[in-house]
């Protein structure tokens, strides 16, 4: 019997499931609209919609499925949801009017509209005749949601321009324990966002939502109690809808990314909203956009997150609000302190220092002593000392753009990724994901300069010893020149006085500091018998390497435009060596 009746309540549940399938298929859509038939149709079918809706997600979603054009919208012809006290819960044809009550509006005769749109729902259902302009008609229909079990009343054909009406006050509300303007740290972050929580909850828990949409607005007023330049209120349901954002009310509807990361590959979405879902509360500190902070939207800044979850009424779902404070960026000081893994350039200004992986398995990445030979540009190593792998420079373009210019190539076709921390806080990675050729990289909007200034007394580069000469290299001369305003010009190279490679090479255009090409030449004769030649340019010049191995030549052409780094494993037979 009981195998019966289970299978029973599945034909059942299949024959539900078929009919509101073909219902779904036929419902007329809002460019499907031409007259009252079609009009009654399309708002009585959206009805039957939403009131199968049983998942907060969903019942989130419709605040942009509304706004977008498709089956709920096309043109003119828009739904609109309204509370009973005459207040747009969503409009789908103007976010702006959500923030009012509409129950006064009248038309070109006086005509109440909204009063007798709200009358036609209770009713049943009806068309309400107004004129705008011209003569019009909207239908309403009362539903109840499936989610709350709260009434509303769903409207279709009514479009009148209500940008006259103001917005309602924001709710008088007691003044919070801690306003936004006073949250600072961690503790009146906390007493922050907890007073949030029961205010909002007691909007959604009041009668037909009547405090909502002044909760809203007063979580929106810029210098209330609730909103202070960068500090300022979210709300999303469990698994990250948007419900309400008080700086960006366009997102709301729509899936917060749960897969984000910051700079530093902090899942900082999934692990504020999904941790505070799980937990009930939740701390974080990542980077992110600061609304008030130009130049730092790829970036981000450091930001300390605090979230919170409750029950949504009538419902087993949870929902998260939550905030933030921006935090103060370190005090301008060494970042390369005692630190022999890492490159220092401009300086103590920046620290550079990276993997590479082999096998699944990841290495750091060795920086090449130079000693002091640049305070612009720096090298790493993979295997060997004598094999330079990647290239780094970090150039300050303050006076050009603001900004300081981050450019790397590397003479390699594994993976690797390296990292750059600014003294003050900032931090940027950079990755290759390897497999062939690694391409150079350029940002020339890698840090702001008032967010990193240039050291006040920039250390001096090293003698640089060959300037003008080929690179004489264990296996072969190498030479370069560039070409600039189509004249070839030769290009320099340069070496410490310290330290120069047997099989690699540095070619610099302008500047000695400012490394522009590395070039390799190693022996493969026991891999392929060959040996090979290895070019990685970090600059967009078109330019030219020539590798002399005595008794044959290898010129390379390398075009204009940052590319691949140039890899020939056939560069030269081994049989005559």
């Known amino acids: ?22 219902v779904a298929e036929a419902r007329t859509t809002a460019d499907q609209v031409k007259d009252r038939e079609t009009l009654k149709a399309f708002v009585e079918g959206a009805k039957a919609e939403f009131e199968a809706i049983t998942n907060v997600d969903e019942g989130a979603r419709l605040r942009d499925r509304l706004k977008q054009e498709g089956p709920l919208k096309s043109g003119s012809m828009f739904l609109i949801i309204f509370l009973q006290s005459g207040e747009p819960f969503i409009h789908g044809g103007d976010r702006t009017a959500e923030n009012k009550n509409l129950i006064d509006v ?8 909204v009063q007798e749109l709200l009358a036609a729902g209770a009713r049943g259902g009806g068309f309400v005749e107004y004129h705008d302009g011209e003569p019009r008609t909207a239908y309403a229909v009362e539903y109840i949601s499936g989610i709350t079990g709260r009434r509303f009343t769903l409207v279709g054909g009514w479009s009148q321009d209500v940008s006259h009406v103001p917005d309602k006050p924001a709710t008088h509300l007691p003044k919070p324990a801690v306003t936004a303007s006073q949250v600072k740290d961690r503790e009146t972050l906390i007493t922050f966002v907890e007073e949030a929580v029961k205010v909002y909850r007691e909007a959604v828990r009041s009668e037909g939502y009547s405090a909502l949409v002044g909760i809203r607005n007063a979580f929106r007023l810029e210098g209330g109690d609730w909103k202070s ?25 729509t899936p917060t990314d749960m897969t984000r990361t910051d700079i530093n590959g902090v899942r900082f979405a999934e ?16 980077y992110y956009d600061d609304p008030t902070v130009e130049g730092d ?21 949870r929902a998260v609000i939550g905030s933030g404070i921006y935090l103060p960026r370190e005090p301008l000081s060494s970042v390369c302190e005692d630190d022999s893994s890492s490159l220092c350039l401009h300086g103590d200004t920046f620290r550079v220092s990276g993997a590479y992986l082999v096998d699944g398995e990841e290495n750091a990445m060795s920086p090449v002593e130079m000693g002091g030979a ?45 990292s750059i ?37 920039p250390p001096e580069a090293a003698d640089i010893l060959d300037v003008g000469a080929a690179h004489d290299l264990r296996h072969a001369d190498v030479t370069a020149s560039f070409t600039l305003q189509g004249a070839e010009r ?77 890899i020939d494993t056939t560069a030269l037979s081994c049989e005559p060596f």
């Not at 009981?2 to 539900?16: D, K, V």
């Open 1 to 22: 019997m009981g195998s019966n009746r289970i299978g029973t309540l599945a034909l059942t549940a299949l024959a539900l499931l078929t009919l509101a399938s073909g």
């Open 106 to 113: 009248e038309d070109d005769n006086g005509k109440k509209v």
């Open 229 to 253: 330049g960068s500090i300022y209120l979210w709300v999303v349901s469990g698994s990250g809808i948007i419900l309400f954002h008080a700086t960006r009310p366009d997102v709301e509807g």
């Open 271 to 286: 692990e504020l909203i999904g941790g505070a879902r799980r937990e009930g509360r939740k701390f974080l500190e990542y």
């Open 297 to 317: 939207e790829d970036t981000g800044s450091p930001k300390l997150g605090y979230a919170v979850s409750f029950p949504v009424p009538n419902s087993e779902q």
């Open 374 to 418: 640049s305070t612009d540009s720096g090298l790493f190593t993979f295997f060997d000392r004598e094999n330079w792998e990647v290239l780094v420079k970090v150039l300050n373009g303050c006076g050009v753009n603001d900004h300081w210019w981050v450019f790397s190539a590397a003479a390699t076709d594994v993976s690797y990724e390296f």
């Open 421 to 457: 921390d600014a003294a003050g806080g900032p931090s940027k990675v950079y990755r290759s994901a390897g497999g062939a050729p690694s391409r150079a990289q350029a940002d020339i909007g890698a840090f702001r300069c008032e967010d990193v200034p240039a050291p006040e007394s």
């Open 490 to 566: 030769a290009a320099s190279a340069v070496s410490s006085g310290d330290y120069q490679a047997a099989d690699s090479g540095l070619f610099t255009f302008f500047e000695s500091s400012n490394w522009e090409v590395l070039v390799k030449v190693l022996d493969g004769c026991e891999i392929n018998g060959h040996y090979w030649v290895l070019i990685a340019s970090a600059t967009d010049l078109a330019h030219r390497v020539r590798v002399d191995f005595g008794d044959a030549e290898a010129p390379y052409n390398i075009d204009e435009g940052l590319g691949p780094a140039l």
